[in-house]
């Protein structure tokens, strides 16, 4: 019942700048996580950034400085700001949410479709 959807993605300069946004929906209990990753042609999963509930962030050496993970509690909603866009940056980017129901004693994983992002001259 649980769904997430990504949006933002799209073509972009290098150096330039894009904020992701991913929205969970059908959510009964508590989003322990969220999570971002993303998956270039030819290549394996790769996470990116991090952050609970809390707002305490975790972040990958290949983006850290350069992105940003926020969110929305009231709206379980939760963004990635990427500045300085590489050319290597080029991949589908998921979203992904660590979520505990109400009475449950572990956590479940849900990932979004994906949204594409391009960064080219």
Known sequence: ???????G?????PGGSLRLSCVAS???GNI?????FRQAPGKQREFLASITSAGS?????????RFTSSRDNAKNTWYLQMNSLKPEDTAVFYCNAAIQRVGSIWAEDYWGKGTLVTVSL
């Open 57 to 65: 962030t975790n972040y990958a050496d290949s983006v850290r400085g």
């Open 9 to 13: 993605g799209g073509l972009v300069q």
């Open 26 to 28: 059908g959510v009964t």
């Open 32 to 36: 322990n996580r969220m999570s971002w």
């Open 1 to 7: 019942q649980v769904q997430l959807v990504e949006s």
